[in-house]
């Protein structure tokens, strides 16, 4: 099961690789958080977890990014950005689901 949920989450990040960032999105902040910084913070949470088990700083890093994007989304007046935004978040979930496991 977890090699599946890997199989998935690497799938999940080769699609958002192949994603253009949402134009207008570059410099700007929503609910606090800089757009870019968000997308970046979760594929390196998602590239971490693929590596192995995160410490305990970066997990508790990845559980506070999972929260951020309840707020983030609904912000988002954009139809490409909210599906870009979206697929992040589920990225950074799937991450946070395999580092749960890795401690079973």
């Known amino acids: 099961m977890l090699e599946e949920k890997l199989d998935a989450l690497s799938r999940m990040m080769a699609e958002h690789m192949a994603n253009p960032f949402p134009p207008g999105f570059r410099g700007l902040d929503i609910e606090g958080r ?55 978040r589920d990225m950074a979930g799937l991450a946070a689901e395999i580092e749960s496991l890795h401690g079973k």
């Open 34 to 88: 800089d757009m870019v910084m968000l997308d970046a913070d979760a594929y390196s949470y998602a590239a971490g977890v693929l590596e192995g088990p995160l410490s305990e700083q970066h997990r508790a890093g990845l559980t506070r990014l999972t929260s951020v994007f309840e707020k983030v989304l609904p912000a988002i007046d954009d139809e490409y950005a909210t599906k870009y935004y979206t697929h992040v």
